[in-house]
């Protein structure tokens, strides 16, 4: 399976998009707190979408850490070349 | 920037509810009268709130007990079982519910939230894997995290999706350990505890189940959603609480696991804690005994959780999915939940609000739960509030539809 930051990103934004309100404008400085107003438990749902998309775990204390679209990327992108 | 800055946003809205007089967060009641019954100034107030389940805390034998033992043994332990040591009552209600499930090991949490907190964070190591129902407790997140072993989340209810996320883990070194309730404390569901045993069986994992809203509820003889379901052999942890069907407060994990007591030394959220009072421990033992004894509050509470399920669905109320002690009835929004709320409370009814991100699926609810000593009468009373309430808001279709159905 593709494992380029593009691609991981891609699926990001995809998720995002397919969601019932799909933000107007994604990149990776949008803060998933602020700009998509997620809270807690609505962040986990995300990404766990993205866990199934991309066949990884994401252990939630990595997701802690996490506050841009491009740290989720990020940590995707480490996860996905280590698994 | 100001330490509470943080805060701004929240803080407006829940001073917004504040000078409404609409604040679920705040309400205090001057006098509680009974399990079902309370004052808010001179107004009497029906209790549909409260996860009294068994409506034990106003037994005659429990509170006699309770006396008993604040005159004999006094007000608190003032120190923790392991640097202050344990009293008798401790170790008697250790085994009394290690009887109580058959289980050879029993061990007492100041709170049930400590009994989360204090089996998950003890049990699994730094290179242990725990797999959490997207809808557990915060208790059982907090445990998570309080411990150093990697957390997954697995999909509500799903046994399939815990299945593909343990095989995923597959090659990862390590213990897996996976948590469940019995009952869910939001929409009052059941999980489906057979498929998560053999999902369970099938990777070798250990089982953690917590039954909190479940336990006295559920189960031929009130053991809960394990027993109901015929698998409390694969379940190698059963947590609980002393604060809902046993009217106390505090908690507990029963187990079967070889070596279970080195947790004594090891749970932090039992060690570094002032145990429960002898009172409060005197009242749980009386009121498991009573549980034990009176299966007739477990049927009277399954016809009251019906009643009031099978109703507010009569009603045109869009409800949980099974018609359990804890009945949330499903709000189109934060705002709507609030009026509602406090419009019941203004008829003289109590009920509760529940908001994301504590809710699954950012659910807004307005949630019931049902107790055992609540009359018939109580419940209906309710009901007619609920459907007032409900025509008022334009939630449900007016009076000429209820007469039809």
Request: charged share 20%; glycine share 8%.
């Amino acid at each position: 399976m593709e494992t380029s930051v593009e691609h991981i990103r891609e699926v990001v934004f995809d998720v995002l998009r397919a969601s019932p309100n799909p933000p107007a404008a994604l990149s990776d400085a949008t803060s998933i707190v602020t700009d998509l107003g997620l809270d807690s438990v609505a962040v986990m749902d995300f990404v766990m979408e993205i866990e199934d998309r991309l066949d990884i775990t994401v252990p939630l204390d990595k997701i802690a850490e996490i506050e841009s679209l491009g740290d989720l990327v990020n940590t995707l992108s480490t996860l996905k070349v280590a698994a | 920037m100001a330490l509470f800055d943080k805060f701004t946003p929240l803080r407006a809205a829940y001073e917004r509810h504040e000078s409404a007089g609409d604040n679920p967060f705040s309400v205090v009641f001057d006098r509680v009268l009974s399990p079902t019954e309370a004052l808010i100034g001179n107004r009497e107030i029906l209790l549909l709130g409260t996860n009294n389940y068994l409506g034990l805390t106003y037994d005659k034998a429990v509170v006699a007990s309770a006396v008993e033992a604040l005159q004999a043994l006094g007000s608190g332990t003032t120190g923790s079982r392991i640097a202050n040591g344990s009293y008798q009552g401790h170790r008697e209600l250790e085994r009394a519910l290690a009887d109580f499930y058959g289980r050879r090991h029993a061990m007492v949490f100041s709170t049930g939230y400590q009994a989360n907190l204090g089996i998950l964070s003890a049990i699994a190591g730094k290179h242990d894997h725990l797999l959490l129902d997207a809808d557990c407790h915060a208790s059982i997140y907090d445990g998570a995290r309080l411990g150093y072993a990697q957390v997954t989340r697995f999909r509500h209810n799903d046994p399939d999706d815990l299945r593909a996320r343990l095989r995923r883990l597959a090659d990862a070194p390590g213990d897996k350990i996976v948590v469940v309730e019995g009952i869910y404390s939001m929409l009052g569901d059941t999980a489906p505890l057979a498929a998560f045993a053999a999902v369970k069986r099938e990777f070798g994992a250990y089982l953690v189940v917590d039954e909190a809203h479940s336990l006295g509820v559920l189960g031929a003889s009130g053991r809960g959603l394990a027993e109901a379901a015929g698998v409390e052999a694969e379940c190698d942890f059963i947590v609980g609480t002393f604060s809902k069907s046993l009217g106390g407060v505090g908690g507990f994990c029963v187990s079967d696991m070889e070596g279970f007591d080195i947790l004594r030394v090891v749970s932090r959220p039992y060690m570094f804690t002032a145990s429960p009072p002898p009172a409060v421990i005197a009242a749980t033992l009386e009121a498991l005994h009573q549980l034990r004894a009176r299966p007739a509050l477990r049927q009277r509470l399954a016809d009251n959780a019906r009643r009031l399920y099978n109703g507010l669905a009569g009603r045109g109320f869009t409800l949980g999915p099974e018609p359990n002690p804890v009945v949330s009835a499903i709000m189109p929004g934060p705002e709507v939940a609030f009026a509602f709320w406090s419009r019941l409370l203004a008829a003289g009814l109590y009920t509760n609000v529940s908001l994301p991100p504590a809710t699954p699926r950012g659910l807004a609810l307005l949630r019931s739960s049902v107790s055992a000593a609540h009359t018939p009468e109580q419940i209906d009373r309710a009901l007619d509030m609920f459907a007032a309430v409900g025509r008022e808001l334009g939630l449900i279709a007016p009076e000429r539809a209820r007469a039809a159905g």
